[in-house]
């Protein structure tokens, strides 16, 4: 969530950063709404001075002779009381302007960090480096992983669509193994970087998605419990940040470091007509989340370092892959700065998402409430947040299954996956 008193101070300098994002975001109605709540913080404040100055004169005048009963007394008496009167009516009132303030607060996306790239669409997103030889092998000959998994008889959609629907998968024998491997592989290789393991809640309460931002924005995207106050997480990095919510740390106690696996759910609103077939886009998928909360003077680094320990995932794989800076107008709803990795999947000759690792800075800690105190201190300060992915466990087979395919048919495993599969080939 953006800082109202930042907005008040600079809404010139906030509307061009929002500009950047493309869209229609118009900062004056929100600036109309805050000049009414002060106006009406200063006529509380003028009410209570005065109701207190009234309470203060009618005991120094009946400690000073006056008649308690007395025309005077019951003057002030009357006075006060009428003004206990306004400061109740004021209560509603101030109350639905705060309520109409945070509203139109919590759908404004993050700033960009001025070191994002400018640009309007994804065509203006940046590569930083590639790493991996991509073009090894060209096309031909190469089944797409969805085509090669129902050969090897590892995963089924026909028949998950008949126990769900479409866009869900069962993963069957090496299938399953190979899943259950790349995410224990994972887990392993952040928990040696520093991390630590959790496993939380899959079913989350609408705090927590407003919290990390998908609430109110996506609400069509996530899937809703009918009965409960609980929706099934988009992603591990909602109940993982949410874990500290409406908290006070220490500053000894940053930075927090946590992974996490977790199947993860979404509606893919919008999205019908994209990657139909195979593993890409699914309805429920496992991930390997990394989030962080941090110092904000040593964000920008901790930024690099989760870029740096997702993409030890795909090196370890020998997985070929680029890194891409995400334009102000192709950035998440929360991020303020954002590096994609994207895997090759040589079937279709092209670079495919599988980490999204973002710089919230303190855009989703002011939501959450997140917040901490340097020792010595009594003021306090909002954290900031990072997240990433370590990856997308589905997008990570998908690219395995194309990129270790073997003249013979069958699929190669790689070298750091055989000690948990015990095989070397599916």
Request: glycine share 6%; hydrophobic share 35%; aromatic share 6%.
């Amino acid at each position: 969530m953006l800082d109202i008193k930042q907005i008040r101070a600079n809404p010139v300098a906030v509307q061009e950063k929002l500009s950047l994002r493309g869209g229609d975001y118009d900062l004056q109605p929100l600036l109309r709404l805050d000049q009414r709540q002060r106006d009406l913080e200063t006529r509380r404040s003028q009410l209570q001075s005065r109701s207190n100055t009234i309470g203060k004169a009618v005991g120094q005048k009946i400690k000073s002779g006056s008649d308690p009963q007395g025309p005077e007394i019951a003057a002030l008496r009357t006075e006060g009381n009428d003004l206990k009167t306004q400061l109740a009516e004021l209560d509603p009132e101030e109350k639905a302007l705060k309520l109409e303030i945070q509203n139109i607060l919590l759908t404004l996306p993050n700033l960009p960090s001025d070191t994002t790239p400018q640009g309007k669409t994804e065509t203006e997103n940046v590569e930083i480096h590639r790493w991996g030889d991509a073009h090894k092998r060209g096309p031909e000959g190469i089944l797409p992983h969805w085509e090669m998994g129902e050969k090897l008889g590892i995963f089924n959609f026909e028949r998950s669509a008949k126990v769900a629907q479409s866009r869900f998968v069962t993963l069957l024998g090496a299938g399953a193994a190979l899943e259950r491997a790349l995410i224990s592989f994972m887990l392993d290789q952040q928990i040696a970087a520093g991390y630590i393991e959790a496993l939380p809640p899959i079913l989350v309460n609408s705090d927590s998605l407003t919290a990390t931002g998908q609430l109110p924005k996506f609400a069509e995207e996530s899937f809703k419990c009918a009965d409960d106050d609980l929706w099934l997480t988009p992603t591990a990095e909602v109940p993982l940040v949410n874990l500290y919510r409406d908290e006070i740390l220490e500053s000894d106690a940053l930075p927090i470091y946590h992974c996490a696996y977790t199947p993860c759910f979404r509606r893919e609103a919008g999205s019908y007509g994209r990657d139909t077939r195979g593993l890409i886009r699914l309805h429920q998928f496992n991930k390997v989340e990394l989030i962080k909360i941090v110092n904000p003077e040593t964000s920008e680094a901790e930024h690099e370092t989760l870029r740096q320990n997702a993409e030890a995932i795909l090196q370890a794989l020998e997985l070929p892959y680029r890194v891409i800076e995400l334009c102000t107008g192709d950035l998440g709803f929360g991020a303020a700065k954002c590096y994609d990795l994207e895997v090759w999947l040589p079937s279709a000759e092209t670079y495919r998402e599988i980490s999204s690792c973002s710089n919230c800075y303190d855009f989703q800690a002011r939501r959450a409430n997140i917040r901490y105190r340097e020792a010595g201190t009594k003021g306090t300060q909002f954290a900031h947040t990072l997240n990433g992915s370590g990856l997308a466990v589905g997008r990570t087979m998908a690219a395995i299954l194309e990129n270790y395919q073997a003249a013979n048919g069958a699929v190669k495993i790689p070298t750091v996956l055989q000690p948990y599969l015990r095989r070397e080939v599916l």
